[in-house]
Nanobody, 123 residues
Framework: QVQLVESGGGLVQAGGSLRLSCAASGRAFSSYAMGWFRQAPGKERDFVAAISWDSVSTYYADSVKGRSTISRDNAKNAVYLQMNSLKPEDTAVYYC????????????????WGQGTQVTVSS
């Protein structure tokens, strides 16, 4: 079992930066791929970024590529999403997700999800 708790969301002006954190509980964390999804009002939940258990592989949605960096610290049971050059269209609830397989994380079909953290970007 893995439990996930996101933090770090907030209100930021366009062009600003935020660092989202996801704290995980469970001894299996270090062997899990991790990811971030986001859901804007009235829209489906979309993939943002993912990282393999060993940080060797990272995956990004085209919409955030070059502006965001996913990282993890297995010693702290945490995964992070650094977002720069934020745009109003980045406004959404951001969710952390986990699964043993990176492909399952990227596809959005992982078993474990956090409750989400709100990111609002003002123009």
């Amino acid at each position: 079992q893995v439990q996930l708790v996101e933090s770090g969301g907030g209100l930021v002006q366009a062009g600003g930066s935020l660092r989202l954190s996801c704290a995980a509980s469970g001894r299996a964390f270090s062997s899990y791929a991790m990811g971030w999804f986001r859901q804007a009002p009235g829209k489906e939940r979309d993939f943002v970024a993912a990282i393999s258990w060993d940080s060797v592989s990272t995956y990004y949605a085209d919409s955030v590529k070059g502006r965001s960096t996913i990282s993890r610290d297995n010693a702290k049971n945490a995964v992070y999403l650094q977002m720069n050059s934020l745009k109003p269209e980045d406004t959404a609830v951001y969710y952390c997700t986990a699964d043993p397989l990176p492909g399952t994380v990227v596809s959005g079909t992982a078993d474990y999800w956090g409750q989400g953290t709100q990111v609002t970007v003002s123009s």
